[in-house]
């Protein structure tokens, strides 16, 4: 069997930055060479949360036009009329804990998952904060189990979704990442932080860069002049949703 590169992906599936790197991160799941794990970080969730209201909502949409421009991904008039211009909270917690659900029944449907949760927001106009929501889309992609477990949310799940954003937490302290999206290339003891650029260019140097950084274990290698991926995304806003 060949060797697999093992990369951690690191994000809210809130983030405006997160769903404009989709594209990549499908491009990178299809590629049998690589094992992505997905690591949620409760960027948006518990007192990272906020109300919705017209401020707020006003930068949101600023913020997503230009993520539009840089990525191709699309935010819907719906998302911006029924998600940004309605009052309501601003909380990553419910999906983050329909993706542990998903992590706990179907692991390798996880990515799968997020995209919908994405698309359920950003291109339909759904209120993913709504656990309705949340299940009604998991059902739509046949993960039953996820969604009976997602529907009587017991202890052992909400744990298990607790210790997932500690560890994505710890990560981001661990390797300096100011934001999300963040990609860690490696595992265990021997994973380095990639720039933050790397989930906005090209999805082919991205994949050769992690299965290089495999190989070479990371003696000396410097990841910023490896990766040649051009200069979309490293800013401090991809802190934002």
Known sequence: MADVAHATYLFDPLCGWCYGAAPVLERLAADAALAITYLPTGLFAGSGARAMDTAFAAYAWRNDERIAEMTGQPFSAAY?????GVPGWFDSGPATLALTA?????????????????AARFVEGHDVTDLAVLIETLRGLDLAEAADRLARPDD????????????????????????????????????RLLPA???FGDAGALAAALKAAMGA??????MGVALDIGSKGATGEMQRG
């Open 197 to 199: 650029d790397a989930l």
């Open 217 to 222: 274990r990371f003696p000396g290698l410097g």
């Open 156 to 191: 052992a799940l909400r744990t298990a979704c607790a210790a997932r954003v500690q560890q994505g937490q710890a990560a981001m302290r661990r390797f300096g990442a100011n934001g999300v999206p963040a990609m860690l290339a490696g595992s265990g003891e021997v994973c």
């Open 80 to 84: 911006r009329d029924r998600v940004l």
């Open 102 to 118: 998903v992590a706990q029944t179907a692991a390798d449907r996880e990515a799968e998952a997020l995209r919908a949760i994405q």
